[in-house]
């Protein structure tokens, strides 16, 4: 469970543009984060002699010197005085291979491209903040790997409190770690514990997400790209490898990555050496490999759609995450503290569970895992109106719990590419048209789910029918 942003300190905007700062502080602020804009290096540092930030993005560039981005880098080296351990995130439209590098060599925890993508702004925050809280615990990390609440981990289950005696046991390693489990189950938020927890936390940590990755785009996310090497590529982009130098590189459904790709990948990871669309200049990093899927990597490499060596170099540690139903003594404590969350996001008040809520709540299988009690919880907190929450506020229906079974004997004579067929409709029409629940109750990816869909010319909510 991650916590709210408005939970927190404000995220501090600097950009010399008003535009640009009253744009991204309305995207932060329907995002649930509240900010402060500064539109100059003098104003960033009073503002934060002034008040403590959870975050920073940063502009490179200033009216003195539009290009080089050298303001930008002198500030980012002052903020890092005056403030070590604050996420800072720089941001240019004239982005190249040494400003990024430069950037980060400075102090900056990550890199975004003008203009921006709303999701990859919201993505990087996030990221860069869940990482600063684990720094803040390194220490009692190290000894004790029970987690204090804002680190965003509950553990009164055996079960998991095994996962977090086994990320103890190899935080200090540079071991690659494949973390196994069901979407919704905080893999992307232990990966992040993890980073925090070893030797490399004072450097980044990066999270790509493999299943989103479009396959034409793949060489130029993960290893970036030199201006003109392809007909699109206006200016220099730095790769996820290179900006993981010295950190954690967490690759996130990992199962999704295209065959043809897998020899890419497998080459940076076994001697840590790529080269740049575009250039023959071979660079070498020092990254160390976190991956996660929900996908069982065996039975693809069985079936030849994921290379067996490949799997070797990722799985040196493998650990496998909980589903929430297989850790029922943390369901109440995960309620109760993400129902406090949201009723703090949107200011309404807190409210205890009633007996039999607390039953529903330990009944129910969460097929979505901690997201979808995440979810359910953000509606019992703008829903809710009574002394206590009941049953009713909880919204719990059977088709979230399972999709109703087929008919005894409705597989009979049936093929495959049928019987596919009739579980994506059944899992449309119980989600009511809405992919990502559809996708947990068949048990892939939303992007898999996207591949299905196309395959056999359905298009999600406009297919329902039969």
Not at 81 to 102: D, F, G, K
Not at 241 to 250: P, R, V
């Amino acid at each position: 469970m991650v916590d709210s942003p408005s939970a927190h300190a404000p995220v501090l905007i600097v950009d010399d543009d008003r535009d640009v700062r009253e744009a991204l502080q309305l995207l932060l602020k329907v995002s649930g984060y509240t900010s402060v804009g500064a539109d100059s290096p003098a104003s960033a540092l009073a503002r934060l002699q002034e008040m403590s930030f959870q975050a920073a993005l940063v502009d490179m560039n200033y009216s003195r010197d539009t290009t080089s981005g050298g303001e930008g880098l002198t500030l980012i080296a002052e903020m890092v005085r005056l403030r070590p351990t604050l996420p800072l995130i720089a941001m240019t439209a004239w982005a190249n291979i040494q400003m990024a590098v430069e950037a980060m060599r400075s102090g900056a925890t990550d890199f975004i491209e003008k203009p921006w993508q709303n999701a990859r702004v919201l993505a990087v925050l996030e990221a860069v903040i869940a990482a600063a809280r684990v720094r803040g615990n390194v220490g009692a990390a190290i000894d004790d790997l029970r987690l204090p609440d804002d680190a965003g981990v509950i553990a009164e289950s055996a079960s998991m409190r095994r996962v977090l005696d086994e990320l103890h046991a190899v935080a200090g390693s540079d071991a690659s770690i494949l973390l196994l489990g069901e979407n919704g189950t905080g893999k992307t938020l232990l990966a992040s514990r993890l980073h925090g927890a070893s030797r490399r936390a004072k450097a980044p940590f990066v999270r790509v997400d493999v299943g989103g990755l479009a396959p034409t785009l793949f060489e130029s996310e993960m290893f970036g790209h030199v201006r003109g090497a392809f007909t699109d590529a206006r200016k220099d982009r730095v790769g996820r490898f290179e900006m993981a130098d010295g950190g954690t590189l967490f690759l996130d459904e990992i199962g999704n990555l295209p065959l043809e790709q897998q020899p890419k990948l497998l080459r940076a990871i076994e001697d840590g050496q790529f080269e740049k669309l575009g250039t023959s200049l071979t660079r070498r990093v020092d990254v160390r490999l976190v991956s996660a899927t929900n996908a069982s990597l065996r039975d693809l490499v069985d079936e030849g759609r994921f290379r067996r060596d490949l799997l070797y170099r990722l799985n040196t540690i493998e650990i496998h995450i909980p589903a929430l139903r297989e850790r029922s003594e943390d369901i109440l404590p995960l309620a109760r503290k993400s129902l406090e969350h949201s009723c703090r996001r949107y200011n309404t008040p807190a409210l205890p569970f009633s007996a039999a809520a607390e039953r529903a709540l330990r009944e129910h299988t969460w097929p979505g895992n901690v997201r979808e009690l995440e979810h359910a919880m953000e509606r019992v907190a703008l829903l809710a109106r009574g002394p206590r929450v009941e049953v009713e506020d909880l919204r719990l229906t059977p088709a979230q719990s399972a999709p109703p079974p087929l008919a005894s004997g409705a597989l009979g004579g049936i093929t495959l590419e049928s019987a596919e067929l009739l579980l994506l409709r059944q899992a449309l029409q119980t989600s009511g048209g809405n992919l990502q629940s559809a996708a947990e109750q068949l048990g892939i990816t939303r992007q898999s789910l996207y591949r299905r869909l196309e395959k056999h010319g359905l298009r999600g909510g406009d297919d329902l029918a039969g």
